[in-house]
C-alpha cells in the first residue's frame, strides 16, 4: 500500500481504480430495505447463483436512497492468480461498466459504449437510478444492434427503445474520498466512501487489513506533519532569535553613539534640578529672619535661630520652616511680637511654645511656617 509519507513527496496523485472486464460478472438489480444491506445481497446471490458464495467474488452499489442494489459476482476462477496480483491494493477493484452507469437517459433507453475490446449495453427505464440490466459482449462476437437488443429484451423495454452509442475511456480516481467512475466527458458515477467497500469485489478480511494499515499510515502522516511543524517553529525561532540578535546589536552600537548627547542631557538635568532646587526649594534663612526681625520688639532679644524644609501634617508639601528662640524682660512684648509675625503676608502660620520665665526674664519659642512663593517674591524684591 501506498504510504502517504511516500505521496508527501511524489505528490499528490489521483488514485485510480482497478476497471474489471464487464462480461466476467453476472448482475443483478436487487431491492433492498433496512440496515443490513450486505447480508441481504448475500442471501440474494446464494439463491441465484449455482457456486457457493465462498467462491464467489462479489460486490454492490447502492442507489442514493437506500432502496436498490446492483450486485455483481463473478466466480474466482474467472481471473487468473497473476490477474488477481496485479490489482493495486490502494485501488478499489470494480467492474468496468459502473463507470458507465453515469450516463443516463431521461426517459427510457438503451446506452452502448464501445470500448477497445468490448461492448456494454446498459438498459434505463425513466428516472431509475441503477440500470435494469447490463449486457457485456466482446467486438468479435457482437455488436451495438445486438447487444441493445438483449438488453431491451432483459429490461422488459419495448424492441423500438431508442439507443445511445458512445465511446471513451472508462477511468476512475479517489477524490477526497469518494471514489468518481467516469467515460471520457459522458457524466460521472461516484461511490461515497462509506460504499467503497462493499463495491470491491475482494474479500472482507483484505479490505478489514487495508483498513488497518489506512489507519497506521494516517497516524504516521498525522506525526509526519506535526514533527514538520515543529521543525518549521523551530527554524522561524531560530531566524527570528538571529534577527533580534542583529537588532540589538545595532540598537547598542546606536546607543553606544548616542552615548555622549545622553551624557550631555543627563547633564542638563542635573544643571534644572540644581536650579530648581537653589530657586525653589531653597530656605532662603536670611530673607526669613529679615522680615521677622522686622517685627521685633526692642525689647526681644533672639539667642537662637533655626530653619528647616519641613512637611506640614496632613500634607505632602514641603515648606520653609524658621524656629526662633527668643527672650525679654517684658512678657507682654510676646503676645504683640506674635500677632505681628501673624500679619506678615509671607507667613502662613505661627506656632507658640509654652512661655518659661527665670528671675527678670521670660523665654520663648515661635516656629513660623512661610509661603514658598511669597517667600520667593519678597525675596526678589530685596534685591
Known amino acids: 500500500m501506498t504510504s502517504p509519507l511516500t505521496r508527501a513527496f511524489t505528490g499528490p496523485k489521483p488514485q485510480e481504480a482497478a476497471m474489471l472486464p464487464g462480461n466476467r460478472f453476472f448482475v443483478r438489480r436487487l431491492p ?172 472482507s478480511d483484505f479490505l478489514a487489513e487495508r483498513r488497518k494499515k489506512e489507519r497506521l499510515n494516517l497516524i504516521l502522516w498525522s506525526a509526519a506533519r506535526l514533527g514538520a511543524a515543529v521543525l518549521i517553529v523551530a527554524l522561524l525561532l531560530d531566524i527570528g532569535g538571529f534577527v533580534i540578535g542583529l537588532r540589538s546589536e545595532r540598537l547598542g552600537t ?37 522680615l521677622v526681625n522686622e517685627k521685633r520688639p526692642a525689647t526681644v532679644e533672639f539667642t537662637n535661630i533655626h530653619c528647616e524644609l519641613k512637611k506640614a501634617k496632613e500634607s505632602v508639601l514641603v515648606k520653609p520652616v524658621l524656629t526662633v528662640d527668643a527672650r525679654t524682660p517684658n512678657a507682654g512684648d510676646i503676645s504683640d511680637f506674635l500677632k505681628a509675625v501673624q500679619s506678615l503676608a509671607e507667613v502662613e502660620s505661627v506656632t507658640n511654645s509654652e512661655p518659661r520665665v527665670r528671675d527678670t526674664s521670660t523665654t520663648f519659642r515661635l516656629e513660623i511656617t512661610f509661603k514658598q512663593s511669597a517667600l520667593l517674591k519678597a525675596a526678589e524684591a530685596t534685591q
Open 32 to 203: 433492498v430495505e433496512g440496515e443490513d444491506i450486505p447480508g441481504q445481497v448475500n442471501l440474494a446471490l446464494e439463491t441465484i447463483s449455482p457456486f457457493p458464495l465462498e467462491q464467489m467474488l462479489v460486490g454492490f452499489v447502492t442507489s442514493a436512497d437506500g432502496k436498490q442494489v446492483l450486485a455483481y459476482a463473478a466466480h474466482r476462477r474467472r481471473f487468473t492468480t497473476e490477474e488477481s496480483f496485479a490489482w493495486p491494493e490502494d485501488c478499489q477493484v470494480v467492474p468496468e461498466f459502473l463507470a458507465l452507469c453515469g450516463h443516463r437517459p431521461a426517459t427510457d433507453g438503451i446506452v452502448v459504449h464501445r470500448g477497445a475490446e468490448r461492448l456494454t449495453a446498459l438498459a434505463w427505464k425513466a428516472g431509475a437510478e441503477l440500470p435494469d440490466a447490463i449486457v457485456v459482449a466482446e467486438l468479435a462476437d457482437a455488436d451495438e444492434a445486438s447487444v441493445a437488443r438483449e438488453a431491451a429484451a432483459r429490461a422488459d423495454l419495448a424492441p423500438e427503445t431508442p439507443v445511445e452509442v458512445f465511446a471513451g475511456e472508462l477511468a476512475g480516481a479517489l477524490v477526497e474520498g469518494d471514489l468518481i467512475l467516469k467515460c471520457a466527458a459522458e457524466g460521472t458515477f461516484t461511490i461515497p466512501k462509506k460504499g467503497l467497500d462493499d463495491s470491491d469485489i475482494r474479500d
Open 254 to 290: 546606536a546607543n553606544e553613539a548616542n552615548q555622549p548627547l545622553v551624557e550631555d542631557i543627563e547633564e542638563s538635568k542635573k544643571i534644572a534640578d540644581r536650579i530648581l532646587e537653589l530657586g525653589v526649594k531653597r530656605l532662603l534663612p536670611i530673607e526669613m529672619l529679615a
